[in-house]
């Protein structure tokens, strides 16, 4: 059972209280299957219409800056939902999942909705299949080409933004390239633009049409050559099995088991969907020191509690708050590196936040939830004092039906906690100051999830 824990937290964030009943059993090799069997057709988004005005030039600045303000609150909505996704058992997990890691491995920070919308549907869409394609399509995402000044790229004042973070950050990696690689990578990304309408479009007249020397061979290259070349390096492999072995699996792997995936990743072609079979159904991805190693994001934590306790926003930026006061908000990266994750999220500004959430939701105490203390934070704003969201604990009973308090105690930790807390039952049910049923169950469920132990998956 704590390998099907395991599991679901890891592809994706984690079971509701029904699902836990049904899977709980489940082969391993069975529960893997199925969440490839349902991420095979993602579910994307219809782009919105952008909102252009007839004629720009005529626009105040206060009627620049409202119409940015309504293009923000409208990410916003675009985040609550994605976040809703993330939490819908009815969705497929390992899908949104794979979207949400791509998210923060090509950050890219976005404040259009319709940008936004092509920019998601792009990482759903390509987030399990071909890692060439994905590179390919992220090049030519609007949203990546605005966010690293692509547009600006231009055979007489070439801007090197996106090839240097194409090298260093989205492919190869530090040390595999030089600094002629980077100018030389981005004369061949000249003339790869956007319009007005949030569409990719290639400038020819941009465009530098002679010839470029890069990783050392020479040849009239454009954009799509460039990332061919890039692949051809194992080392590009190696770096992006790597970074999907320590979210995925632990922070620190073994090298020659990290070496050997790569090969594989490479001789594939770069398939990234058989890149996470092959790890899922390994032997040593379930193996104790990979269990609960793992410090929950934000964005993991949140959308894992709104899937156990049913929890409905009566506003969606309620939601987007917690994001914001825990330093992790969809579309807002703090930088094209993403989110550096690991300890990081665990700071005196976010521990008790993260402790007191499971209080907030289920009690309805004030939240007080303010921006992290955190110079790079995104979307900073007043604090709020109250989130607002309603829980249902109706799906509990399936897990503890009529049982004495000590059994029901036992049966909600070994849904809620990956590994088993040091914690009694004895101190858990001195702070639960009732025996009513129900008042019981909520009062049990966040007192366990305000554990220590909770925060990891």
Known sequence: MEAIKHLYWRAGFGLSPAEWAEKKSMPLRKAVDELFSQARNPNLLPVPEPDLPSEPQMLDREQIQERQRIERQRVLEYNYSWLQRMSNPEEPALLERMTFFWHGHFACDIDNSVLAVQYLNTLRFHALGNFRDLVVAIAREPAMIRYLNNQQNRKDQPN???ARELLELFTIGRGNYTETDIKEGARAFTGWSS?????????PGQH???RKTFFGKTGNYDGTDIIDLILERKETALFIVGKIYRHFVHE???EERIKALARE???SGYDIGRLMQAIFESDWFYAPENIGTKIKSPVELLAGMIRSLGLQFEDGLGAVFVQRALGQILFHPPNV???PGGRSWIDNSTLMTRLNLPTVFLSSAEANLRPKDDLTAKERGPGLRRLNANYNLQPFGKLIRQQDPESALNALRE???????AVNNATIRQYIQTSEPGAFL???IMRIMSLPEYQMC
């Open 160 to 162: 090197e933004n996106f």
């Open 337 to 339: 590196a993403g989110w």
């Open 208 to 210: 530098d049409y002679n």
């Open 265 to 267: 990743f490479y001789a």
């Open 195 to 203: 319009t007005l309408r949030g569409e990719y479009i290639f400038r």
């Open 415 to 421: 849904y809620l906690l990956i590994r088993e807390s």
């Open 252 to 254: 620190k792997g073994p």
């Open 442 to 444: 909520a009062q049990a």
